[in-house]
């Protein structure tokens, strides 16, 4: 399937020619758009005195570059005729880039920068607690979506009707990044939201869709022939073939089920430990203060129930 002429020439695929200069215009304003709106907002709370963690720039940042580096870079080319390039941007902006985001606690930022009691700030609480939030974050839709999003685009011919143009390419990896982010909010737990599951349901949130993500990955890496017809044919000056690059996509999907799972996974560890640790040193403050009341009053219980 030829893209307007791109692909016809463009050299084998490396690291170096990935990175080159390229990509889509869009991605790359939006990008930068997304990038100093967040920055505005955490110079704002540390001219007003506020503390904003440095770690949740630090992971935002990388998020929002995450996605420059596989949108706005010659790997969107490559991912026009390359299953395996294709891919390997699907699976950065919807398993990786949307953790990085959401360490980032953006949400969090932009209640805290806004006006206290002002009506941006009213709306922005509104749309959090609205119904239409509530659904779009429950499990049952976002694990649905998120294995919709593999198995509803690449085995049925929606994926070759939106690669026939920019606009349905760029829709496309919007989805992709929207589907990460609305999967991994109510997962990672950072930012505010209308469900906030206890860790474990959390975890189990997070293992739902491995069976489904490594199935689809071994689903391409041992079909005969090509399953995409947008990748049925690559140029020959790419030194591959449809079958072969097919199989590398599929390893990639595969691997990607499981790598960034055990990032998640840590992190959901290391929240549920501070925040068991929060809970018995609030506990103590509150015996402190009290001079241990409740343990008295039960050690008092007890010892009427031996009397009797």
Avoid at 14 to 26: E, F, K, S, Y
Avoid at 191 to 197: A, E, L, Q, S
């Amino acid at each position: 399937m030829e893209h307007d002429g791109h692909g016809t020439d463009l050299p084998p695929l490396t690291v170096a020619r990935a990175l080159a200069p390229g990509g889509d215009t869009v991605f790359l304003v939006g990008c930068a758009v997304v990038l100093a709106l967040y920055l505005w907002g955490a110079v704002r709370l540390h001219r007003r005195g506020d503390r904003w963690a440095a770690g949740r720039t630090v992971s935002f940042v990388l998020g929002v570059l995450s996605i420059a580096a596989v949108t706005c870079t010659a790997l969107n080319d490559y991912g026009m005729v390359l299953f395996s390039a294709h891919m390997l941007q699907h699976m950065v902006i919807s398993m990786v880039s949307p953790i990085l985001l959401l360490l980032g606690a953006p949400v969090t930022l932009l209640l805290r920068a806004l006006p206290a009691g002002g009506t941006s700030r009213r709306a922005v609480v509104r749309l959090l607690h609205s119904r239409w939030t509530r659904v779009v974050t429950s499990p049952l839709f976002t694990i649905t979506l998120f294995i919709a999003s593999l198995y509803a685009l690449y085995f049925t011919p929606l994926f070759d009707f939106l690669m026939e143009s920019r606009i349905g390419h760029l829709g496309m990896m919007l989805h992709f990044v929207a589907v990460g982010l609305v999967f991994f909010w109510p997962i990672m737990g950072v930012d505010p939201g209308p469900h906030r599951p206890g860790h474990l349901m959390r975890m189990l949130e997070l293992f739902a869709t491995m069976p489904f993500h490594a199935f689809f990955g071994i689903a391409l890496m041992m079909a005969s022939g090509p399953m995409v017809d947008t990748f049925a044919d690559p140029p020959a000056s790419l030194g591959t073939d449809a079958v072969s690059d097919q199989s590398a996509a599929g390893g990639m999907a595969w691997a990607f089920s499981e790598i960034p799972t055990v990032i998640v996974l840590i992190a959901l560890v290391i929240q549920w430990y501070v925040s068991e640790q929060r809970t018995a040193k609030r506990l103590d403050r509150t015996a402190d203060r009290d001079g241990d009341r409740d343990l008295e009053a039960y050690n008092a219980y007890l010892a009427s129930l031996r009397t009797r």
